[in-house]
């Protein structure tokens, strides 16, 4: 049986980066994914500025820009009456907005010119043996088996392999379904978010002057039922969006409308003996703020660090590798109270207007929330006293404004 020091099960996103961090470093490294790449993905297709400094790391930054990524500078909030709320990202930072299909597969190009990579190869199941793991693989008409020091499972949402998820019991709650556009007016340098009603948000990520991806995401107990009929007449569901309606009028669809539900699950453990978890496999992370390739990077980078200490020093048990779950836990809790915030207040339309009012008339409070959904700055600060009193200040005083008339309501 042949044996490696690594092997990453999952080639998307965090498996690529966790190979592309390991590797130079005298270790041999499998990395298996069960598709073929090129592959689409259901993806709202954005890269939030902190991700970028990643892809500058692996030398792909400069590519993408050259493939035609378009920068989007901040963020838009609207509601359904037109109240708008505008955030930029500070120091002119920007984000990309790029086909998922085409930067998972320059970002396992890039991988395979470092390790070895095995596309079109399920993992069909890993046991423990002889102090590592045993893992049976299975493509192309041929059952192998490796055998690994270390496990690293980017397999993505409910991974199998070793973290042991659980799920959220009924129907999901949420549910995305996206396409990609062309045609779209008046797309501009801002990732749109418009807060709809309590049960539907939409989210339009501009890749070109015209052409966009846009997600639709269906919120509530039925949101499961309502899908399939977003999924097959999707520009008809899009058209109740008062905001985007007169946008679409001549746009058609580029790719069919694929949807995915968002309930939520939980790994029993992201690390073990001689093993972790990386990117989606973590849990759960709603995708509405955009900020699933910043985590997939970064816990690719956190895994691997932790990984060479414990090669170095020869051992990789469960307590060498626990550094990596306090680290993950450290930098990404504030991040998911962050996410139930907003999806929180997309779910009460007071709210909603309270804190759009805020952000629209308090830059300062607009920057630090950009900086929050763009991974610019840990999402910590936005549960800080000065944070959060600024924000109710700010709020109350615009509510109040718009209340006598006195100021503007968008």
Known sequence: MRRVDVAIVGAGPSGSASALFLSGHGLQILLVDRAVFPRDKVCGEAISPGALSFLDEFGLLAEIERQGAFPYRGVLLATADGLVAEACYPDHRYGLAFPREGLDYLLLKSAASRVEVLQGTAVEGVSPQDGGYRLALKGKGVTDAVWARVVISAEGRFARVLTEPSRDPGPPARFAVVSVLEGVAGLGKLLEFHLLESAMQVVISAQSPDRAAIAVV?????????????????????????????????????????????????????????????????GNMDPITGEGMFRAFRTAQLAAET????????????????????????????????????????????????????????????????????????????????????????????????????????
Do not use: C
Not at 234 to 250: E, T
Not at 346 to 354: A, C, V, W
């Open 218 to 282: 269906l919120d509530g107990p039925q949101a499961s039922r309502r899908a399939p009929e977003a999924i097959k007449d999707f520009l008809s569901v899009l058209k109740r969006d008062p905001l985007l309606a007169d946008r679409i009028r001549g746009a058609r669809l580029l790719k069919p409308p694929r949807g995915m539900g968002l309930e939520g699950y939980r790994p029993a453990a992201i690390a073990g003996d001689g093993w972790l978890a990386v990117g989606d496999a973590v």
């Open 307 to 410: 990984l060479l200490l414990a090669f170095e020093r020869g051992d990789l048990g469960a307590a060498r590798l626990s550094p990596y779950v306090r680290a993950v836990n450290r930098e990404f809790l504030p991040t998911y109270r962050f996410i139930d915030m907003v999806v929180a207040l997309s779910r009460r339309p007071k709210l909603t207007r309270f804190a759009l009012r805020a952000i629209a008339t308090d830059p300062v409070l607009a920057e630090r929330m950009a900086a929050y959904q763009g991974a610019l700055a840990p999402a910590s600060g936005l549960f800080s006293p000065r944070t959060l009193g600024r924000l109710a200040l700010a709020g109350a005083h615009a509510s109040v404004t718009a209340g006598t008339g006195l100021g503007p309501h968008t």
